[in-house]
């Protein structure tokens, strides 16, 4: 693995981890756009489960690349869900945002072909 796959694993892991674990502590930044998407609170640590599965994976990727593919694999699916999501609410202006969240994830893929 390049230096720039290592670094690039590693931020996606971080972003996934952290957006993960904002769900679980209830952070407003993240929580109130749920509640104005329309996301059931009961789906909402799942939501955060997993994100955290998605980092722990592409963690686990440096050990078995396999898994690490199946994790970034599973966090884009994840970022475009939330990329449908706010377009279903109407939140034009959030889309950014899983974006952010979705393009180190898609860069371990770019990397790892």
Do not use: C, D, Q
């Not at 996934?16 to 904002?22: L, Q, Y």
């Not at 059931?40 to 489960?49: D, F, I, K």
């Not at 945002?97 to 898609?106: Q, S």
């Amino acid at each position: 693995m390049s230096t720039t796959a290592t670094v690039v694993t590693a931020v996606a892991a971080f972003m996934a981890g952290f957006s993960g674990a904002a769900i679980f502590f209830r952070a407003k930044f993240v929580v109130e756009p749920l509640a104005e998407y329309g996301v059931p609170r009961s789906t909402w640590n799942l939501l955060g489960a997993a994100k955290l599965a998605g980092a722990v994976g592409l963690l686990v990727g440096y050990a078995i690349p396999a898994i690490g593919i199946a994790a970034a694999i599973g966090l884009v699916l994840y970022f475009a869900g939330a990329v449908i999501t706010v377009l279903r609410a109407r939140a034009y202006g959030h889309v950014p945002f899983p974006l952010i969240y979705m393009a180190p994830a898609v860069a371990v893929l770019a990397l790892a072909a």
